[in-house]
């Protein structure tokens, strides 16, 4: 059975009343040369555990399956789930779970697992999928993810164009473009074009904050208007003295007049290191 051609796709979600749902961003990879950058990107070994979430009819499903030791397939949509089931046939090392990966219970159910992290993700659930994986005490080895390229391409961002999403997951790990995928590669075809985005992990040695807490606070402060300046954003956000605030930036070499976007990962990370204190009178 060809899962890449559309004819067939449309064939078994129909026998199993299952149909794209616009809400849950469903859209389908059709791409072969796609499928295998992706599973290239996982680094699927036999003895790996695999997570993959929103299945879908299970294109990239069988495809992981052919190389690793065991597969966890989340997918929300119950009537997909049967479409998953029919496409997998004989394999045994899949576990289909149907259910809501946002409200699955990451730390329980993966506790002292190693495994990786595989997914074709609807647009809308980008954000805080990647977060959740990230801020999880047992992150995954390697995330390799489908997602709008518009959204790879602001993970991926450095100055002058860094943003809060980008800070966001380049404190936990490395995030890195691998390819563009083209829209026609998709049924339903999506209005814009995809990018597979590969996350490395920073494991729990590399932690570079003891707060994350303090580190966040700062950096929303620090973005709360884009286009202002740092001294007035951190002082006013804060509620920090502007004058204690400039020689807090002045000690941490960041120029009192930059803007948020024109700042570093290590230069949010010292401004933190530096800033606990400040914070806490």
């Known amino acids: 059975m060809d899962l890449f051609s ?3 796709i449309r064939e078994l979600l129909k026998m199993n009343d ?3 749902i616009k809400r849950l961003g469903q859209r389908f990879l059709v791409s072969k040369n796609a499928l295998r950058k992706i599973i290239c990107s996982a680094e699927i070994k036999p003895s790996d555990l695999v997570l ?3 299945p879908g009819p299970g294109v990239l499903t069988v495809e992981i399956a052919k190389l690793a030791k065991k597969v966890i397939a989340i997918e929300k949509d119950e009537k997909m789930v049967g479409t998953l089931r029919e496409s997998l046939g004989d394999f045994k090392n899949v576990d289909v779970i149907n259910a809501d990966i946002l409200d699955w219970n990451l730390e329980e159910n993966m506790k002292g697992k190693s495994y990786k992290l595989v997914a074709n993700l609807p647009y809308y659930i980008t ?4 977060r959740k994986f990230l801020e999880a005490s047992n992150r995954p080895e390697i995330m ?4 709008q390229k518009e959204v790879a391409r602001r993970i991926c961002a450095k100055p002058p164009d860094m943003n809060i999403l980008a ?7 490395n995030p890195k473009i691998v390819s563009y995928v083209s829209k026609e590669s998709f049924w339903p075809k999506p209005k814009v074009d995809s990018a597979i985005l590969k996350i490395t992990p920073f494991d729990k040695t590399e932690r570079k904050l003891t707060s994350t807490e303090v580190f966040f606070k700062i950096v929303k402060a620090g973005f ?3 286009r202002k300046q740092l001294l007035n954003n951190l002082s006013k956000e804060l509620k920090i003295d502007k004058e ?8 941490n070499g960041v120029l009192p007049e930059s803007r948020p976007e024109t700042l570093n990962l290590s230069d949010w990370i010292k401004l933190t290191k530096d800033c606990e204190l400040l914070l806490d009178s």
């Open 144 to 147: 390799v993810l489908m997602v």
């Open 6 to 8: 559309r004819k067939t």
């Open 224 to 226: 709360s208007h884009p």
């Open 167 to 173: 800070i966001s997951v380049q404190i936990y790990g």
């Open 244 to 251: 204690k605030t400039r020689i807090w930036l002045n000690k």
């Open 18 to 20: 299952a149909r794209p």
């Open 127 to 130: 954000s805080p999928i990647i």
């Open 52 to 54: 993959e979430i929103g």
